[in-house]
């Protein structure tokens, strides 16, 4: 008897992606997949980006959820092209869904796409959906043992912003113990400690983003 061993369910998944970055870099833009948990702050991240570097780059968002909308009318308060996908249930975005929906969206004015991914702290990180980076939000609401809990998230991220920081006084989450744990799972990731609410982090954040957006420009050329 022969057994035959199927495909691997992500290479398809992967052949888009590869096309969807190759679209994307040969724009000139660069493309950031946002993860984290539900309720981290993913979407109060993207609102203060959009506030903090409107006058210095221009940006579209492509939100994942489930159901609903609820997301995407915040994101387009702030006067951002945004298209919203809704996975019906499933746990995260894949390189076809981003793919259908690019050609809704004005490539030539852009510089910065951020996809933020469906809340989850599993599936999203095993999809390449066509982005340069990986960026996860960790919330200190949830804990600092989410990083060795659900490491893979945490290894493929360029950066970890630990989010809302101004609640630390009021919870028993371990800073340090986040870090050593983050760093031991991957060494390069830029570690930003946050607060949506206050700003305080944001900077950092928005230097690092500019940065990056200028290097890919660069390539691009």
Same mark, same amino acid.
């Given at each position: 008897?022969?057994? #035959?061993?199927?495909? %691997? ?18 724009? +000139? ?8 948990? =539900?309720?981290?702050? #993913?979407?109060?991240?993207?609102? %203060?980006?959009?506030? +903090? $570097?409107? %006058? ?14 609820? *997301? ?8 951002? =092209? ?11 975005? *894949? ?19 951020? !996809? ?8 999203? &990180?095993?999809?390449? @959906? +066509?982005?340069?980076? #990986? ?7 949830? +804990? ?8 893979? @998230?945490?290894? /493929?991220?360029?950066?970890?912003? $630990?989010?809302?920081?101004? $609640?630390? =006084? ?5 800073? /340090?113990?986040?870090?050593?744990? !983050?760093?031991?799972?991957?060494? *390069? ?13 944001? =900077? &950092? ?9 200028? @290097? #890919? ?5």
């Amino acid at each position: 008897m022969q057994i #035959k061993v199927m495909t %691997n369910i992500l290479d398809s998944n992967d052949q888009v992606a590869a096309a969807v970055h190759e679209r994307l870099s040969a724009a +000139g833009i660069f493309v950031i997949n946002l993860l984290g948990s =539900p309720g981290c702050g #993913k979407t109060s991240l993207l609102e %203060n980006t959009i506030a +903090g $570097l409107k %006058n210095e780059i221009s940006m579209a968002v492509i939100e994942g959820d489930l159901f609903t909308a609820k *997301d995407a009318e915040r994101i387009e308060q702030y006067g951002v =092209p945004v298209v919203q996908i809704n996975t019906g249930g499933g746990c995260h975005l *894949d390189a076809n869904m981003v793919n259908n929906v690019l050609d809704s969206l004005d490539l030539r004015a852009l510089d910065l796409i951020v !996809i933020e991914n469906v809340g989850n702290l599993v599936c999203p &990180a095993e999809f390449n @959906i +066509g982005e340069d980076v #990986k960026v996860t939000v960790l919330s200190i609401t949830e +804990g600092e043992d989410k990083p060795l809990k659900y490491p893979l @998230i945490f290894k /493929q991220a360029s950066v970890v912003i $630990l989010n809302k920081v101004d $609640l630390l =006084p009021y919870t028993s989450f371990d800073m /340090q113990a986040a870090i050593t744990d !983050i760093t031991s799972i991957n060494p *390069d990731a830029l570690l930003v400690q946050a607060s949506c609410r206050s700003g305080v982090g944001l =900077p &950092a954040w928005y230097d690092w983003l500019k940065e990056q957006i200028r @290097i #890919k420009q660069a390539r691009s050329m």
